[in-house]
């Protein structure tokens, strides 16, 4: 099997990002064939900040076995960066790097995306509407796509991501509710490998409802849908209670947990790995793995950021591409 050819986006260029890029070009990688789409000065000044050396090579170029070697497709900045002042000015590159890595993996020539941290704020500082980038690549890629957490303890995908609390229950619909789970069962068996995904699907409500009780929500939608992908063949679990869905036992008995709103599953996935997790992107046609942490302006060009979730995030995206490329 070829190695898997990954484009690899830093994100905010003031931030962490491209110095947890310059920190990963020093373990050479045999697994896959890795390329940033990102400005090579700015890397380089990152690599510098933080007292590390990087040789930077075409994207086309034959090995980068030696420790701080890196493929870079360039992206230039518009305005100098200067680390911890993220410049909306540089908003558009920000965005360039990643439609154009998204559109190289949607053409083929790339096996999968690794995204870094993106300051939301900056970027619609800078004129461009943006809500986030798993909604920008499904936008153009043109799908519909569900968000998956994941550490080596749990992954956990939401049926619904920024929603105030008040709105949550108009949201999770049998029409929603189905498609999240097809999509998340699809990529379970496909980007992972599983013959016969095996899902917990949390309750809204507390004790899911006591049986009408303590709100309707799971015997109106959340059991009927599960019901009728059941007799399709799915490997469902639930509605079950929150509180409890959680424990070692169970989770040994679960490929994925479906969480109805995005604080019901994310703070039990942070508790229990932070630094290794990671945030996917299901349904897209390509693998999109991202770190699961901001730009962290306040570290950015001091040495001290962790890299544990980027190097995950690579991981994790050339596991999924190798079943991409073997399927």
């Known amino acids: 099997m070829r190695l898997p050819r ?8 003031a931030g962490i990002g491209p110095e947890l890029v310059a920190r990963l070009a020093q373990v050479p990688r045999f697994d896959c064939t890795l390329v940033a789409f990102a400005d090579p000065d700015t890397l380089e000044a990152a690599a510098r900040a933080i007292g590390l050396s990087i040789r930077l090579l075409p994207e086309d170029a034959s090995a980068a076995s030696t420790p701080g070697d890196l493929r870079v497709r360039p992206v230039r900045d518009v305005a100098a960066v200067r680390f911890g002042q993220a410049d909306p000015r540089n908003a558009r590159t920000v965005i360039a790097a990643l439609e154009d890595a998204a559109r190289e993996c949607i053409d083929g020539a790339f096996d999968g995306l690794v995204t870094g941290p993106v300051h939301k704020a900056t970027i ?3 004129g461009i509407p943006y809500t986030g980038t798993t909604e920008l690549l499904a936008r153009q890629a043109g799908t519909d796509v569900v968000m998956m957490l994941a550490n080596t303890t749990v992954r956990v995908a939401l049926a619904t ?3 105030p609390l008040r709105e949550v229950a108009d949201a999770i619909t049998p029409a929603t509710l189905e498609r999240t789970l097809r999509i998340l069962h699809g990529a379970l068996h496909t980007q992972f490998g599983l013959a016969d995904p095996r899902i917990a699907v949390l309750g809204l409500n507390p004790h899911a409802g006591e049986d009408g009780h303590l709100g309707s929500e799971e015997l109106a939608v959340i059991a009927p849908v599960l019901d009728a992908l059941r007799a399709e063949g799915m490997t469902l679990h639930g509605p079950l209670p929150a509180d409890t869905a959680f424990l070692p036992a169970k989770l040994r008995e679960t490929d994925a947990v479906l969480a109805m709103y995005h604080d019901q599953g994310l703070p039990v996935l942070k508790f229990s790995g932070f630094e290794q997790a990671v945030n996917l992107t ?5 693998p999109r793995v991202a770190v699961d942490h901001g730009t962290a302006l306040d570290l950015a060009g ?3 950021a962790d890299p544990a979730s980027l190097f995950a995030a690579v991981d994790t995206c050339v596991r999924l591409a190798r079943h991409r490329i073997a399927a």
Do not use: C
């Open 6 to 13: 990954l484009a690899l986006v830093p994100g905010e260029p």
């Open 161 to 163: 991501t920024h929603l």
């Open 282 to 286: 299901l349904g897209l046609p390509y």
């Open 124 to 126: 619609n500082a800078g």
């Open 302 to 304: 001091r040495g001290i």
